[in-house]
């Protein structure tokens, strides 16, 4: 089986609050890749040691590439994620292609609550 490789375009980005406990971001992508027949399309997070300074957390747009013979044409393609627990700064997220990078930014600043510790008596 081929290994994924990232989509030609990111076309939109959009993120979404779910309000659980604890609240979670999902994050839809849409793109266009150069064949039909591209599986397994995913957002694969990029994994910070130290948590981004401008709150933009970055995930590549990547998909598996058909084995087969298949056309040449551009052809949509889509991914999901979520991210859970939220990490206090968040600002938004960025998603990369083989060609582009697209934004998509929080409208509102989410405050993340720490979990309580409880001592032991």
């Known amino acids: 089986m081929a ?31 150069p064949t039909t027949g591209f ?4 957002l ?10 401008d709150g933009m957390y970055e995930y590549n747009f990547v998909a598996t590439p058909p084995q087969e013979v298949s056309a040449d044409v551009m052809t949509p393609i889509h991914a999901e ?5 939220l ?6 997220v960025s998603v990369r292609s083989e060609t582009n990078i697209t934004l998509a930014m ?12 409880e001592a032991a008596v």
């Open 87 to 92: 990490p206090n700064g968040l600002k938004g």
């Open 44 to 53: 694969d997070e990029i994994i910070y040691i130290d948590p981004p300074a």
């Open 81 to 85: 994620a979520l991210r859970f627990p």
């Open 106 to 117: 929080l409208e509102v600043e989410v405050e993340v609550e720490e979990p309580a510790i």
């Open 3 to 33: 290994s994924p490789q990232p989509v030609h375009s990111v076309e939109t980005v959009s993120i979404e609050i779910i309000k659980s406990h604890p609240p979670q971001l999902q994050i839809f992508a849409e793109g266009t890749v």
């Open 39 to 42: 599986t397994d399309a995913m």
